[in-house]
């Protein structure tokens, strides 16, 4: 399996000593410049995240949220610019922010 400590993956990148541990499976990674990234996955206990960087990677923030799913995953990641942003996964999850990945709303799919 492709299970992984979240906390090494993104601390290949660099991170600071408060990172938050989330075990999970490291679905997408995308940058938009060398500052700007967002990392997404799944969580156990029935959870997707997403991990935000503004500062290259040296500390992340990360967005659990909660899915009906047993296995969910998220598994791409698209932002043409840092405040828009898309993520989709498994089962049909989509998601998409318009303020940097603060806020993530659920929508449907394209084609669904």
């Known amino acids: 399996m492709k299970y992984l400590t979240l906390l090494l993956a993104l601390c290949l ?15 997408g990674l995308t940058f938009i410049d060398a ?8 969580a156990k206990e029935k959870k997707v995240f997403v991990a935000s960087t503004a500062d290259g990677g040296a500390h992340w ?9 047993i296995t969910p995953l998220l598994t791409g990641v ?3 610019d840092s405040q828009h942003g898309w993520v989709m996964g498994s089962h049909g999850q ?3 922010t318009r303020d940097g990945g603060k806020n993530w709303a659920k929508i449907r ?3 669904d």
């Open 13 to 27: 990148l660099g991170c600071a000593s408060n990172t938050q541990v989330i075990e999970g499976e490291l679905g």
């Open 35 to 42: 500052q700007h990234g967002w990392a997404v996955g799944g």
């Open 61 to 69: 923030e990360t967005t659990l949220m909660p899915t009906e799913h």
């Open 78 to 80: 698209a932002f043409p």
């Open 94 to 96: 989509a998601y998409e």
């Open 109 to 111: 799919p394209p084609g």
